[in-house]
């Protein structure tokens, strides 16, 4: 079943949601990785890449990669690894496995 694909008043602009993704992020000089993606205001959550790197010295300045779940309703945040996305994605592409 598809959800009209309206906006409803108040719903965060790209800044909100940037502002908060990074904030919640846990790499040092976190930014975008992508464009915004947003899901039809009937679910009210948006995703979006955030990349940046490891601060932990073990990581060697490594650079990585986390998706932001943005709540549009509580404008909060969820972040979550997702180096692994990328790599498995191409690999599968690829053709190799």
């Given at each position: 079943m598809?959800?009209?694909?309206?906006?409803?008043?108040?719903?965060?602009?790209?800044?909100?949601?940037?502002?908060?993704?990074?904030a919640?992020?846990?790499?040092?000089?976190?930014?975008?990785?992508?464009?915004?993606?947003?899901?039809?205001?009937?679910?009210?959550?948006?995703?979006?890449?955030?990349?940046g790197?490891?601060?932990?010295?073990?990581?060697?300045?490594?650079?990585?990669?986390?998706?932001?779940?943005?709540?549009?309703?509580?404008?909060?945040?969820?972040?979550?690894?997702?180096?692994?996305?990328?790599?498995?994605?191409?690999?599968?592409?690829?053709?190799?496995?």
């Amino acid at each position: 079943m598809t959800r009209p694909q309206h906006r409803q008043p108040g719903v965060p602009t790209d800044p909100d949601v940037l502002k908060v993704c990074v904030a919640a992020s846990t790499l040092r000089d976190a930014r975008p990785g992508g464009e915004r993606v947003d899901f039809d205001d009937w679910i009210g959550y948006s995703v979006l890449s955030i990349v940046g790197h490891y601060p932990q010295p073990q990581m060697h300045n490594q650079r990585g990669r986390e998706q932001c779940l943005f709540d549009r309703r509580t404008r909060t945040a969820s972040v979550s690894d997702a180096d692994r996305l990328i790599a498995r994605t191409a690999l599968a592409l690829s053709g190799s496995h």
